[in-house]
């Protein structure tokens, strides 16, 4: 057996039905525990974003959100949704939506639990936390050496994909993309990647922070935007886009209600790779924020599934569907039979091709260097965001070294690692490295959920405290020796008076 089909191999074990069950399952429980914390917290997510605080530790919410979205928001959001609607019809559309909704309150969950058991780096002062985090601190008192073991696997699994697999490949789709709109050489294209990234994580998590809130807005935005201006030229075509989504969805479409096992099975995994809600990506980022409760940084988390789902996806496939620019195919590979052939054509492969076809049907010529330029940042960004994670982790692992210079010269490591990575991948073929990563983040999602299946009430019990001081018309601050929640050593020296409370920075005093 080749190494290939070694790595094919184990990651359909890893991300096998099971997995896609589970997630679906954690976001329903959650739903019902939470009592719709994603539809009643609206207002709150709204609130925390319009207010919420930095200091010089801490970034904002609204830069935390920025530095999850720049994860979450990636070629997934493009291609992803595309091959979902290649192999399962529109009504795959449907349920990644309901994927979202319910990840919405696993995000939740799991963000708040990154909150309440964040701690300062030694080094920088700055927020570190995230599942290896919690994982270790919940049940210290009752299982230490268990939950250290469970925290320390899931922090080597996060440092080896994030840093290691996944960049190359995400560098690598940049290069293309660019080399195949405007012919810039690979190697050109893997120079400005590696001066740039360098310049970002180099700075360190506040810099992380503020290139993420500076860039990731006007990327969206920008991508939603063309995607209204194909929705008011098809305007006509909302009645049939809602039509097809719907029907597929359910089986009573005439040419999809065969496939409906492969609308719910596309759907529900593109939707959890794009969304990430339950992988334990967006904790590490909800940790980084200044908040005086870890609920409402759990609010601003679950509306960031939101926009990745329910917005930017939603967006490209109504310009894949409105346009008639897919072809859907019988089995799992385009090589195979189809069920329908739109007027894209059947031999353009699934993947960003539909999107271009879609948008060059307006305008001849013009899809190509758009979507270009869309994956270009989607790609971009998501890199930084890999970087976050993994230099977290290496924190995490690295951080009861005494030795100062030995901590910073291992970060200093993995920020070459990442650059390798990155300029590799951007120059050669992709090769394993798209399964080697899935891997290590279907092992990330495996962990982080059936971890906070166990370690829930800390969570739980920080909303209901939330919910209560709001009640009180009160603007919620969080003391955790009040709820008998242990391991929260930073919440308790905050509450103690032994850590600053939301030192605002010198931007937000001016």
């Not at 360098?198 to 935005?221: C, D, W």
């Not at 590490?284 to 609010?299: C, L």
Request: aromatic letters at 12%; charged letters at 15%; one cysteine or more.
């Amino acid at each position: 057996m080749s190494f290939a089909e070694l790595v094919e191999g184990a990651n359909g074990v890893v991300w096998s039905i099971p997995l896609v069950g589970l997630c679906l399952l954690a976001g329903l429980y959650f739903t019902v525990r939470t009592r719709l914390v994603q539809v009643f917290g609206i207002p709150d997510m709204i609130k925390q974003l319009r207010e919420g605080e930095s200091s010089v530790d801490g970034t904002s919410s609204f830069q935390s959100l920025m530095m999850s979205l720049a994860n979450r928001v990636g070629m997934g959001n493009i291609g992803g949704v595309a091959t979902a609607i290649a192999f399962g019809g529109p009504g795959a559309v449907f349920w990644m939506w309901t994927v979202a909704f319910l990840g919405a309150a696993t995000s939740f969950i799991e963000c708040t639990l990154g909150q309440i058991y964040k701690e300062k780096d030694p080094d920088t002062g700055e927020y570190r936390g995230g599942p290896a985090y919690y994982f270790e601190k919940a049940y210290a008192h009752k299982a230490r050496t268990l939950s250290l073991a469970y925290a320390v696997t899931f922090a080597i699994f996060t440092v080896f994909a994030m840093s290691f697999f996944l960049p190359g490949v995400q560098a690598n789709g940049m290069s293309s993309a660019l080399n195949s709109a405007w012919g810039i050489p690979t190697w050109a294209t893997a120079i400005g990647i590696v001066i740039a990234l360098a310049f970002i994580v180099i700075g360190g998590v506040k810099r992380i922070a503020t290139f993420a809130a500076f860039v990731v807005p006007p990327m969206a935005i920008l991508y939603i935007l063309v995607a209204l201006v194909v929705f008011f030229v098809n305007v006509d075509q909302i009645g049939h886009v809602f039509s097809e989504i719907f029907s597929g969805a359910f089986g009573a479409h005439a040419v999809y209600g065969a496939i409906i096992g492969q609308a719910v099975k596309w759907g529900v995994q593109r939707g959890i790779y794009s969304n990430e809600a339950g992988q334990g990506t967006g904790p590490h980022h909800a940790a980084a924020a200044e908040v005086s409760h870890p609920a409402k940084q759990g609010f601003v988390q679950a509306f960031a599934v939101y926009i990745d789902t329910l917005f930017v996806c939603t967006a490209t496939a109504f310009i894949i569907i409105s346009t008639d620019m897919y072809s859907v195919f019988e089995g799992e590979t385009y090589l195979g039979p189809t069920l329908y052939e739109g007027s894209v054509g059947t031999d353009v492969e699934p993947g960003p091709g539909f999107v271009q076809a879609g948008l060059d049907s307006f305008v001849p010529g013009a899809g190509s260097g758009f979507v270009a330029l869309a994956l270009v940042f989607f790609a971009f960004t998501t890199m930084v965001a890999y970087y976050y994670m993994a230099e977290v982790n290496l924190a995490y692992l690295t951080r009861k070294i005494r030795n100062g210079v030995v901590r910073r010269g291992l970060i200093r490591a993995l920020q070459a690692l990442i650059l390798v990575s990155v300029a590799y991948g951007a120059t050669t073929t992709a090769g394993s490295a798209w399964g080697l990563g899935d891997i290590g983040v279907g092992t990330m999602a495996w962990l982080n959920i059936l971890g906070i299946l166990l370690l829930q009430i800390p969570a739980l019990k920080a909303l209901k405290d939330y919910r209560a001081q709001k009640k009180q018309g009160l603007d919620p601050q969080f003391d955790p020796r009040e709820l008998g929640i242990e391991g929260a050593d930073f919440w308790v020296a905050r509450a103690e008076g032994r850590v600053a409370q939301g030192t605002p920075t010198g931007a937000e005093r001016d």
